[in-house]
């Protein structure tokens, strides 16, 4: 026996395998086209030489295996094929009992690929979460992923659909401020990522796009599944390039991972075929050692004298945070302490202090609370923190502003202001306290008032738990139950439509984070938000979805998803069958209500087939009892509150 062959079980029982056909079987790496013809068991090449057709799907007629594509025909034992010189390779074979052996020549070890080389400078960086797809023009380049997932580098997340993906990437880098991957073949994988990317680019969240692409020799020849996708991501990704056989490739994904992180935007690398198995002739991954600076940068000196000469003079000064002072309310919690003032949220930045604070005024703007409006319109300052001025928080112009910043085009975005200071905000913040000595006299504690408020506004939430149509649960009573009953720490993932303003107006924020699709607001973000913040954190802290059934059917099947990778995700759905939100507009537009009712699946029924926990709730008694179970169940869960339309 030659020492090089090496021996793979291909087929446990040949009588599996019947007289006169042929199948496909896998010995190590290579396929095998096994065919039993004339009482012959023969092994040989699965590949027609003509474009690689899979010849074990073939079939045998007339005495020859013919190729399933093209219909060329060979001899079902190899060899030669008639008066061509294509014939098919044969592999050595032998029997055990009833067990087919393969033997092939021993396999190479692996010779490190450009994609080798790229994935590991991308977990070098920290990117090690990857949601997306493996398909035919990205198989390099997912090779190169499963390695990296093997040595325990990386998790990959395969979901059902390309948008999906990159809403999870998405919201990974909303929650974290790091970059997550999607990834995608050529083609529609990649475009319908769109969407996705889109919501990371608007929202500031850092993200790196991977795609396959068709081998460059046949780009632009309307190829199958062929899409210019450097042209198609152009409005999309802030850096935007193809990989191409002369890169620097290591340096090239050091370049678009520093652009995701400095930029908090979104890079974009596209892979031809035929570059992700190019070997990497010795070339060392790269690492952010000596590549990237710290950026707690102070403003300039004039910009903060002003500021505290500013909130000096101010009595009633309150602070407004927005998403992008995530990462600092410590530094921003001591600095309200020390003034005694209110301190609210734009939508985005619900949950970064907890309601249950003595400062904390809630929500600001149409998905808010009324604390929050009052304290803004008896202000005498408003200090604004890494906010956006968005309509829909809707803060006033009318009242002195200083506005505290990283970006520079974020300042003043929409009209003047009194105050602008750019700085890293910690650091801003950490430089004003310092100074409260000088700033905090005659300020007008604002504490008592502000528990007087809300006590104000929780008898009218109780007022409105009594409202009752008998067409469904109210939103007010979903979502008393949910702050009842829902882990403080909970990250809390927000679709979009009156489900979403449901929620930021009446669930009482404790430790949570919350994510949502902001600028884009877009539907659907739930539930791939949710394998987003799995990925992020977990089981560590509890995540739970709240969506619309106009949302949550844009990504149904991604509950398989939870349910293969067992994310203990709890899933709550209102159920109204109706784009309620959609109605509401048309209806206060003065146009009739068209195209906007829904047919549902019982989409508790729909988690229990999927593997996971369904539950209904039709009326409010129900729902405290279903929200526990939820809750205490170990795994995926879906409850399905049978909602009011009008209730809300």
């Not at 059902?160 to 999870?168: I, M, S, T």
């Not at 520079?408 to 602008?420: G, S």
Request: glycine residues 10%; aromatic residues 8%; proline residues 4%.
């Amino acid at each position: 026996m030659n020492n090089s062959i090496q021996w793979y079980k291909v087929l446990e029982d040949k009588n599996e395998l019947q007289e006169g056909r042929v199948m496909t079987v896998t010995a190590g790496h290579t396929d095998v086209c096994l065919s039993h013809h004339k009482g012959k068991y023969t092994a040989m090449t699965n590949k027609c030489p003509h474009q690689g057709g899979p010849l074990g799907e073939g079939s045998i007629e007339n005495g020859l295996l013919r190729c399933p594509w093209h219909g060329w025909d060979f001899c079902p034992h190899g060899g030669s094929s008639g008066d061509f010189d294509d014939g098919l390779e044969t592999f050595d074979l032998k029997i055990e009992g009833d067990t087919i052996y393969v033997g092939l020549e021993e396999e190479a070890p692996h010779e490190e690929t450009v994609t080798d080389l790229m994935a590991e400078t991308m977990v070098n960086w920290g990117v090690n979460r990857v949601f997306g797809m493996v398909g035919h023009s990205n198989l390099g380049l997912a090779d190169a992923l499963r390695r990296q997932e093997e040595k325990g580098n990386l998790k990959f997340i395969g979901i059902r659909h390309e948008g999906a993906a990159a809403f999870a990437a998405s919201a990974y880098g909303k929650l974290t401020g790091k970059p997550a991957a999607c990834f995608a073949i050529a083609g529609p994988g990649s475009t319908n990522m769109f969407t996705g990317l889109w919501d990371a680019k608007v929202d500031r969240a850092p993200i790196l796009a991977l795609t396959g692409q068709v081998a460059t020799q046949v780009v632009g020849t309307g190829n199958f599944q062929e899409v210019d996708l450097v042209r198609a991501f152009q409005t999309v990704a802030e850096f935007n390039q193809r990989v191409e056989h002369q890169s620097r490739h290591s340096e090239l994904m050091t370049l678009a991972i520093k652009h995701a992180i400095l930029n908090r935007d979104v890079s974009h690398l596209t892979f031809p075929d035929q570059v992700q198995v190019l070997p990497a002739n010795n070339a060392k991954a790269q690492t952010p050692e000596g590549r990237i600076t710290q950026l707690s940068i102070a403003p300039p000196q004039e910009q903060l004298d002003a500021a505290i000469a500013k909130i000096k003079d101010a009595k009633r000064p309150v602070i407004i945070v927005g998403h992008g002072a995530r990462f600092h309310m410590e530094s921003i919690i001591a600095f309200a302490e020390k003034l005694n003032c209110g301190v609210m949220t734009t939508f985005k930045g619900k949950g970064q202090i907890s309601d249950s604070h003595p400062l904390g005024c809630g929500v600001l703007g149409r998905s808010g609370t009324p604390i929050a409006s009052y304290f803004m319109n008896e202000s005498d300052l408003l200090i604004v923190i890494g906010a956006s001025f968005s309509n829909h928080t809707g803060i006033t112009p009318k009242k002195p502003i200083i506005q505290i910043d990283f970006d520079p085009l974020a300042i003043a975005k929409f009209h003047k202001i009194d105050v602008a200071v750019l700085g890293e905000i910690s650091r801003t913040v950490s430089l004003l306290n310092e100074s409260i000595e000088v700033i905090s006299n005659n300020k007008i504690d604002q504490t008592e008032e502000i528990a007087t408020r809300w006590e104000i506004w929780r008898a009218e939430k109780q007022k409105r738990l009594t409202e009752e149509r008998g067409q469904g649960v109210s939103s007010i009573a979903v979502f008393d139950t949910l702050t009842r009953l829902a882990p403080e720490n909970a990250v809390m993932c927000v679709d979009v439509g009156n489900n979403a303003y449901s929620f930021g107006r009446y669930f009482e924020s404790k430790k949570h984070s919350f994510l949502m699709s902001g600028y884009l607001g877009s539907i659907g973000f739930a539930l791939p938000a949710a394998i987003g913040a799995w990925a992020a954190v977990g089981n560590e802290r509890p995540i739970i979805a709240v969506a619309g059934d106009g949302g949550l059917c844009q990504y149904l099947a991604e509950f398989t998803t939870l349910v293969k990778y067992k994310m203990p995700v709890k899933l709550i759905v209102l159920n109204n069958n109706e784009l309620g939100k959609i109605t509401k507009e048309q209806r206060a537009g003065g146009w009739d209500k068209w195209a906007t009712d829904l047919i549902n699946p019982n989409f508790a029924e729909y988690a229990k087939s999927c593997g996971g926990l369904g539950i209904k709730a039709n009326d409010q008694k129900d729902l405290e009892e279903a929200m526990k179970r939820l809750f205490s169940y170990d795994g995926p869960g879906l409850l399905e509150v049978s909602a009011d339309v009008k209730l809300i």
